[in-house]
């Protein structure tokens, strides 16, 4: 009977600390977007460039990007990009292990100190691979 307990608070456990992550919809990104611009202010033209998909290296845009990232499920402080649920949201854009390498790829390059920086440039990084065509188009249909 001991035993039995002991592996039913081990499964119990397992379960709290089970990562419920999953996918966001465009709706969900687009939740995600207007509750960091208000959380990061802006300019207005650094507001028109986001639109446009241009994000000047900027105190402001690096934190909107963190804040985005952040509240994506994506970036964790101090740790850096979840390559496993980058991969998991493109997934059916690109295979798995090549958005992995991408990601590990930038991770590699960005020597960045501060969580806003390194996330900008690990960002910048993917967008210039075809990753960054999925991540432009996703975040184009949530605007």
């Not at 970036?75 to 958005?99: C, H, L, S, T, W």
Request: contains cysteine; negative net charge.
């Amino acid at each position: 009977m001991k035993y039995f307990m002991c592996i039913v608070i081990l499964a119990v456990i397992a379960l709290v600390q089970a990562d419920h992550w999953s996918p966001k919809t465009v709706d969900d990104i687009k939740n995600i977007r207007e509750e960091c611009m208000k959380e990061v202010p802006s300019t207005d033209e650094e507001f028109e460039k986001r639109k446009e998909n241009d994000y000047p290296d900027v105190e402001s845009v690096r934190k909107y990007m963190l804040c985005t990232s952040k509240a994506w499920g994506l970036y964790k402080e101090g740790k850096g990009f979840n390559a496993d649920r980058v991969a998991e949201q493109f997934k059916d854009d690109m295979p798995e292990d090549e958005i992995k390498a991408i990601i590990h790829d930038c991770d590699e390059k960005t020597k960045e100190d501060t969580d806003d920086e390194r996330c900008y440039h690990i960002l910048k990084c993917a967008c210039s691979t075809k990753l960054g065509d999925h991540i432009k188009d996703l975040i184009k249909r949530s605007e």
